[in-house]
């Protein structure tokens, strides 16, 4: 073989080998799935699906305790939004709204006379307001003394000589209830309880042997409320036993109306001892305040009419007009009006009865919006809230779309087959005769948008422990990169907060 042929066998040997590493090296390069980061709106929406049913019953409950005075309304009548239709007794309201509105106009009266300069007659009348403030809270915290006294002396009453009637060995470690129950857990409970009525009547009267004016009384009230809190449970159990009481040898149906006649009165009184302790209360940190707005009104005048001092007692009017204005709102809260247009249903409660705070009293059936109620996943039901905007379809209209809000969402949870649910109330915002009950309803919750927001699709995002990764490619090679995440959209794209930036590539599948 000559030269020529040799250089030429050569070149192509080496050509074939240079044509097959690059081969060989693209076939062993992998390929990868990109998306590219970009910047877009993202609507983060929470879906399922239920019925449509009619509105739910709005139920009103006043926000405190007080007696009824009004009642307007009864079952199947028509009401209109913003009608009163009910009210508590706000005579006492009233009176202390006077007396504010009093004290605002004797802060302004103040007010004026330090912008004029304080002259030594009204110092005096300051001091000798004072005084009477001094001699009030004394006797305001005599009279918390005197609640805490009686609430223990009706607590143990109430347990020596009520409920130990009907037990054996009241005052041992294991007292036994003397009548037969048909409900051995609530036996159990009324027995445990009055084994601990023994320690916190025990513990109490010590305190109250050595209670005095001179005593921290505030430490002394909120034991003296838990205890009676005690004691009233131990009652209320001994009345639940003695309504499943069985008659028999060992206690007859006539001795059994007795004691439960007994516990009837008992628990009264104990209502009434707390009641006269809370009021109490009321009044020693309303003669507290009191003082403690005239020692001011007091030093102010003393100190004379400097700016920092007027500005000082401008402070004070203002404080003074803002108790005018807390107590008009608790003149409000004690009237109840229809939030919505509808029908009343129900109604609970008499003129001159005493309603508590949370108790139901009167029902309203809306007349305008239709509902639909479904149930969230516990995944779900953390971002959506109360006025939440919604999407609705029913499958009856296929491509016709309403609009609704949400209105409720139950605190407590529904198990549906071993997973956890939360109801949630959606009404329409606008009524369609087209609508009937029990069709069939698509719900979409708005809850979350953004606009102009990094997004990528969320295949793309991985999760390792408590890390959120994705993975971009640099250079043909990929490298982990730890984001933050936002919202989440049905189309399967997800909003990057923070770890990439616009333009970025990112690996969505290999």
Known sequence: MNKRNIYIFGGAAILIVVVGFF???NISQPSYQLATVKRASITQEASASGSVASPTTINLQFQSQGKLAYVGVKVG?????????????????????????????AQLAQLDTLKQGTRPEQLAILRSQVASDEAALAQAIQATVDAIKNAYTVSDNAVEHVVDHFFSDPHSSNPQISFLVGDSQLE???????????????????????LSASSNVNVASAEARSNLSSIMQLVDDSSAALSKAISSQQANQSQLNQWMTDVIATRNALNAASS??????????????????????????????????????QAVVAQAQAQVAALRAQ???????????????????????????????????????????????EDNVGTVKVSNPVRITLDAFPGVEWRGVVSHIDPAQTVIGGAVYYKTTVVFNQPDIRIKSGMTANVRIETGNASSTLVVPASAIQTNG?????????????????????????????????????????VIGD
């Open 188 to 210: 159990t409970n009324v027995e445990s309880k009055r084994l601990l009525a023994e320690t916190v009547l025990t513990t109490w009267v010590k305190d109250v042997v050595v």
């Open 23 to 25: 081969y060989v090296r």
């Open 77 to 105: 009548d028509k009401v209109t939004s913003g009608k009163m239709i009910a009210r508590q007794d706000v005579s006492v309201l009233n009176a202390q709204l006077q007396q504010a509105q009093a004290a605002v106009d």
């Open 276 to 313: 006269a302790l809370t009021s109490a209360m009321t009044g020693q940190k309303t003669a507290l305040s009191a003082l403690d707005r005239d020692q001011k009104s007091l030093a102010l005048g003393e100190a004379g009419s400097t700016a920092s001092v007027i500005s000082a007692q």
């Open 331 to 377: 003149i409000a809260q004690a009237t109840l009006v229809a939030p919505v247009a509808g029908t009343i249903t129900q109604v609970n409660g008499e003129v001159g009865e005493v309603v508590s705070p949370g108790t139901l009293v009167l029902s309203i059936m809306p007349d305008a919006k239709l509902q639909t109620d479904v149930n969230l996943s």
């Open 466 to 506: 408590t890390s959120t990764l994705v993975e971009l490619l640099q250079n043909g090679r990929k490298v982990s990169q730890s984001v933050t995440t936002g919202l989440k959209s049905q189309d399967g794209m997800t909003e990057v907060i923070s770890g990439l930036s616009e333009g970025d590539q990112v």
